[in-house]
């Protein structure tokens, strides 16, 4: 598709082969991640209409890992062809190195083929820099997976599985606990991803810029999943007219395009109201003119210490956020209000327990001293260990490395959380 795309001279042609092959990439996802989800939701329609529909067209249908990130990269390659950002390449092999390169083939970055196909077919060399580099990320994002998110899942577990049976501030605690989990299970995935990559001499894009410091919701989705925010923004929005439009038509790209991210996520409706909420949180910013005003800063860029005023802006995003999460994580529409509900009318406040007896203090202490941590290295999220002090380096690799002997645990399950996408 993408030699035919590139050789055709009619602009109509060009058009037709690139739908042809974003109709096939689609198609394939659709099938595998959708199929049950539409019959479902067509039967359960029917039903309110007073049909019983004794049997449907399911499949047993096994959800291959990562296709919902191989098939973005596959489109972006006849994308950027037809847009004329690359030249395809007549290497089959080169191509199929960069469909299925291994450290972010099952959760990204989704990367574009103008960056690492070209990376993949020029010849590499040994880099001792790069690969320290690597190593150090690696080891970053062990320890956000292990010590942060691993350590707190089985909170989280219970108390979503559980919901029913909690007061509002238990509640509060565990959605608020997965900010955390998601966070350090889906960018210390990416960090052993682009460590792993440089191994191999290969440069991978950033995925995430340390999101809990976001001033608005804007800012959030600039540092959260890059890649695939980037993605819908050059490939969805731009082509829909972007905010070269008139304001209504902008504020109907931002829906789709938080609605299409949603269902991107999974084949469940809690997926889409996700991204109607993060589109609702989105549009007034939009409105107001403030979602570029923190593209190219950090947080207290030159200052110690955040301002009251900052410090206020991270806190409503955090909480904003960490809201449209009750619907990411509930496994159905039902369950995500169900949990709601008891938080606005179940006003009591109880003291949790672990479900495996471990103290609730250790955690709390530990994540505070993460979120500090994270605020200092804010400024660069490819070097979490750069310190000029050999000293305070050895000190931070010491305690990195036992942070995850401590909090290592068999009893709990280590899949990474966006495999499921």
């Known amino acids: 598709m993408g030699q035919t795309i590139h050789h055709s001279t009619s602009d109509k042609t060009r058009k037709a082969w690139l739908w042809v092959s974003v109709i096939f990439n689609v198609g394939l996802l659709g099938f595998f991640k959708y199929y049950n989800f539409f019959i479902g939701s067509w039967v359960d329609f029917i039903s309110i209409l007073g049909y019983d529909l004794k049997s449907t067209w399911t499949l047993q249908i096994i959800l291959p890992v990562g296709i919902s990130f191989y098939t973005f ?36 970055p ?66 608020s606990l997965f900010s955390f989990q998601v966070y350090g299970d889906f960018s210390g995935y990416s960090d052993i991803a682009i460590g792993t990559a440089k191994l191999f001499g290969i440069e991978l894009m950033s995925n995430f810029k340390f999101p809990i410091f976001s001033r608005n919701v804007a ?31 902008s504020v109907r790209n931002i829906i789709i395009i938080f609605l299409v991210s949603g269902f991107w996520h999974g084949a469940n409706w809690t997926f889409i109201v996700w991204g109607g909420v993060h589109a609702a949180f989105y549009i007034p910013v939009f409105l107001m003119g403030r979602n570029r005003i923190y593209m190219n800063n950090v947080v207290a860029e030159n200052r110690w210490f955040p301002t009251i005023t900052e410090i206020s802006q991270i806190l409503l995003t955090f909480a904003l956020v960490t809201f449209s999460r009750v619907f990411f994580r509930s496994e159905s529409i039902t369950d995500a209000f169900g949990f709601l509900q008891q938080i606005f009318t179940n006003f009591t406040y109880d003291t949790y327990q672990h479900p495996l007896g471990y103290r609730m203090i250790d955690y709390f202490i530990l994540l505070a001293l993460f979120v500090v941590y994270e605020f200092i290295i804010r400024r660069d999220e490819r070097s979490p260990f750069k310190f000029k002090s050999k000293v305070v380096r050895f000190v931070m690799y010491t305690l990195v490395i036992l942070g995850m002997l401590l909090f290592f645990d068999d009893n709990i399950d280590r899949s990474f959380i966006y495999f499921q996408f």
């Open 219 to 249: 800012e959030y989705w600039q540092r959260w999943h890059v890649s695939l925010s980037t993605w819908f923004r050059h490939y969805v929005y731009i082509p829909l007219g972007g905010s070269r439009v008139s304001k209504l038509k």
């Open 110 to 175: 989704i990367e574009r083929a103008s960056n690492l196909l070209s990376q993949i077919t020029t010849k590499r060399i040994f880099n001792y820099n790069q690969s320290s580099e690597g190593l150090k990320l690696i080891l970053w994002g062990l320890f956000k997976k292990v010590v942060i998110a691993d350590s707190i899942a089985p909170i989280v577990d219970d108390i979503f599985a559980n919901y029913t049976q909690y007061p509002a501030s238990t509640l509060v605690l565990g959605v």
């Open 73 to 108: 990269q596959t489109m972006s390659y006849s994308l950027d062809i037809y847009y004329k950002r690359l030249t395809p390449t007549k290497d089959f092999i080169a191509f199929a190195t960069f469909v299925s390169f291994f450290p972010q083939l099952v959760a990204g």
